[in-house]
């Protein structure tokens, strides 16, 4: 059975929303956070992303490529919920709606590799209320952004769930990779 692993940055106040409008370059990274990721995305051959994430990622990836991270993400199959996109356009992407939870299920239990999952909101609970997320991996960002709304933290009242540590990695950034295994 495949496993689906969710990849997050989170900053140290909780902030899960927008990294990429987070400060950058007062940290150094020697490339390790880089082919963190690039060998988590190389070890899975489906990426899962809710709407929010996919209108993220649709401006940025389809138009990189020549690296092993850009050509695998654009080639590999991505499945999107979303109750309103009919017709996405990012390459060899495809809608999950209705029965999500069953469907992500039996393409769970399909044969292949794993399924990676960027961004924790309405996709990640329902993973977690559905026993269908296996890992999750927080990217702790050093700093504090003091600001934000409630929606834009990793903490929600609702949200309930019991994890152990698998893995630290910290990297030379100053970022500590937290791998937990739901259980």
Known sequence: MRRIINSTYITLDGVIENPQDWPSGRHQDDGQGGEVQTELLLSCDALLLGRRTYDAFVP????????????????????????????????????????????????KSQDGANIVQYGFGPVTDLLLSHGLLDELRLWVHPFMLGSGEPSDLLFRPERAGHFELADTTPLSSGNVILTYRVT
Not at 69 to 95: F, G, Q, R
Request: hydrophobic share 40%; glycine share 6%.
């Open 60 to 107: 940025v990836w389809p138009a990189m490529s020549g690296d092993p991270y850009s050509d695998h993400i654009n080639a590999i199959e991505k499945w999107v919920v979303s109750d309103t996109l009919t017709d996405p356009t990012w390459n060899n992407s495809h809608v999950i709606a209705g029965d999500v939870a069953g469907e992500i299920a039996q393409r």
